[in-house]
C-alpha cells in the first residue's frame, strides 16, 4: 500500500460592496465612499468620471453634474476578488458661485458704513458674516463698522439642493476724518455758528482742546466727543460766567483719529501745520 496526502487551500471569496454620502452630492465638493466590502485587504475604485483611487475609504470631487456610475475591485488572499459596478452610484446636483463687491458710504455721517452687493449666481438664500461679529441673511446687506478695518468678511450661498459655496474677502473700512477750528467769533451775533467757538470734526478717537488768555490762564476745555468721534461742547466766550473781553486767545489742540493717526495741526498759509493758532473775540 501507499498513502499520498495534497493539501488544498481554499482562500474566502471577497464580497465587495460599498455605500456613498452625501447622495446626491454637489458639485466640486467632496463625495464620501465607505467600503463595506469583505475578505479583501486591496481595492480598486473607478469613480466614473476617467479618476480612481486605490484607497480603502476615498473621498471624490466631481466637476460636473450628472449621474456617475462607480465601480469597485476587491482582492483578498490567494488573488481572489470581486467586482461591483452601481450603475448609476451617485448624482451631483449644481453647486452655486459665491460673490460680493463692496463700497464704502462716503458720507461722513455714516461714517464706517459698508454696502455690500450679493453677485453669486445659481443661489436662492445667503448668509454673511463682517468680521465684525455681526451676520445677517439679507441678499444686499449694509453693515455699520465702529473700528477701522481691516475684516474679513464671508458669504455663504446655498442653491434650492442644499449645495453651498463659499467666499471670504478682506474689507478695509475707511472712516472720514478731519477736524476744523475757527479762528474768531461775535458773541453779539443772531447766528449761533457765529457767536460761539465751535470745533468741527468727525472720526475723531480722543481730542483735548484748551483756550489760554494772554496771561497763560485756561479760560476753556473741553473732550467731549460723541459716538461719531464729532466734538460736541463749544465756547461761548465768557470766563466763570462773565464775557471775555475783546482779545485774541491761543487754542492748543491734541487729538487722534479712529485710525489711531495723530492730527496734524491747522494748516496755515505758510504751508506749515501746526496744533496751536489763535480765536479773536470781536464785541
Known amino acids: 500500500s501507499d498513502t499520498s496526502t495534497l493539501v488544498h487551500t481554499v482562500y474566502p471569496t471577497p464580497q465587495a460592496s460599498f455605500t456613498v454620502a452625501p447622495n446626491p452630492g454637489c458639485e466640486n465638493q467632496d463625495v464620501y465612499f465607505t467600503n463595506t466590502s469583505t475578505n479583501a485587504t486591496t481595492y480598486t ?27 469597485l475591485m476587491a482582492y483578498g488572499a490567494g488573488g481572489c476578488g470581486d467586482t461591483i459596478t452601481v450603475a448609476p452610484a451617485v448624482y451631483i446636483n449644481p453647486t452655486p458661485t459665491a460673490d460680493f463687491s463692496y463700497v464704502n458710504v462716503t458720507d461722513p455721517a455714516n461714517n ?44 455663504l450661498a446655498t442653491n434650492q439642493f442644499g449645495c453651498t459655496d463659499t467666499v471670504v474677502k478682506e474689507i ?35 481730542f483735548d482742546i484748551t483756550i489760554y488768555d494772554d496771561w497763560g490762564n485756561l479760560i476753556w476745555e473741553s473732550t467731549a ?24 486767545y491761543v487754542w492748543k489742540v491734541v487729538a487722534t483719529f479712529m485710525d489711531d493717526s495723530l492730527w496734524r495741526g491747522k494748516e496755515y498759509s505758510d504751508g506749515y501745520f501746526r496744533n496751536a493758532g489763535t480765536i479773536t473775540v470781536i464785541r
Do not use: C
Not at 177 to 203: C, H, Q, R, T, W
Not at 225 to 248: I, N
Open 45 to 71: 475604485w473607478s469613480f466614473g468620471d476617467t479618476t480612481g483611487s486605490t484607497a480603502i475609504n476615498p473621498s471624490h470631487a466631481y466637476s460636473a453634474t450628472g449621474f456617475y456610475s462607480v465601480t
Open 172 to 206: 478695509i473700512v475707511d472712516f472720514y476724518s478731519g477736524l476744523f477750528i475757527p479762528n474768531a467769533m461775535y458773541p453779539g451775533s443772531d447766528n449761533f455758528e457765529v457767536a460761539n467757538f465751535i470745533p468741527k470734526g468727525v472720526s475723531l478717537k480722543t
Open 112 to 155: 464706517g458704513t459698508i454696502v455690500f452687493t450679493n453677485q453669486s449666481t445659481g443661489a436662492i438664500s445667503y448668509v454673511w458674516n463682517f468680521g465684525n461679529g455681526n451676520a445677517s441673511t439679507e441678499e444686499n446687506p449694509t453693515e455699520k463698522y465702529n473700528t477701522f478695518g481691516p475684516f474679513l468678511a464671508s458669504l
Open 225 to 248: 466727543l460723541d459716538a461719531q468721534g464729532r466734538p460736541t461742547e463749544y465756547w461761548d466766550g465768557t470766563f466763570k460766567g462773565l464775557p471775555v473781553q475783546q482779545d485774541s
